[in-house]
């Protein structure tokens, strides 16, 4: 089955150190996109790529980076200067980066930072 | 930004319809409503799309006004598994980045 894999499910990491979190997809898409949630709240928009070897900022990238090296994986680091971590995050694909196009997202890592 | 505005929660008796709005006035003619939906702690799930004109799928059905300043999500007959928060979005059918705005959406509760 066609999809987006993310691992792990549940992550932990102490202050301070850098973590990266993987997304990979089977769906052929171009299109790539990382969000946060937080408890109670939306999703907001990380970073988002719309090809490889191109990636573009979101609303909340400050303290995050991603790679995009292959079609079918968008890596995000959480750096150490994420002041507040402690979140569930989201991968998604889309075919492309119009809005004709619809979301498929993953399940989901639950990343605790203590 | 393009944003919708959506209620907090809402509640259906299990095998009703449900009718879930959504108001969208700064909407632009080039952006497309979608409708996803999340259970606890997994990712949302797409539901519907559209322009201009209603949809229908094997979810849902999705009714858009004739001004496109709002819309409607419809389930036909609430099951007890349709129990989550809805999401409606916007999204810029040009190549932009400006088309990833989700609120805090609709939590639905389905009553047995």
């Known amino acids: 089955d066609g999809g987006i894999t993310q691992s792990p499910k549940y992550l932990f990491r102490k202050e301070g150190q850098n973590v990266t979190l993987s997304c990979e997809q089977n769906l052929n898409h171009d299109a790539m996109y990382w969000y946060r949630q937080d408890p109670g709240q939306g999703l907001r928009l990380i970073y988002y790529s719309q090809i490889v070897n191109d990636f573009q900022k979101g609303d909340i990238a400050e303290g995050y980076s991603v790679s995009r090296e292959k079609k079918e994986s968008f890596p995000l680091t959480v750096t150490s200067a994420q002041k507040n971590p402690t979140a569930f995050y989201l991968c998604a694909s889309s075919k492309f980066l119009g809005g004709s196009s619809s979301l498929h997202f993953g399940n989901g890592t639950r990343l605790t930072v203590t | 930004d393009a944003k919708t505005t959506q209620p907090n929660s809402m509640e259906s008796n299990e095998e009703e319809p449900v009718h879930l709005p959504c108001n969208h006035s700064?909407?632009?003619?080039?952006?497309?409503i979608h409708w996803y939906r999340q259970l606890p702690s997994q990712g949302p799930e797409y539901v519907i799309h559209g322009l201009t004109s209603n949809v229908n799928n094997r979810m849902a059905s999705l009714a858009i006004a004739e001004d496109r300043k709002s819309s409607t999500l419809i389930l036909h007959r609430a099951t007890l598994r349709d129990a989550a928060v809805y999401y409606c979005i916007l999204r810029d059918a040009s190549n932009t980045g400006n088309q990833f705005y989700f609120g805090t959406g609709t939590s639905l509760t389905v009553i047995p």
């Open positions: 700064t909407i632009s003619g080039t952006d497309y």
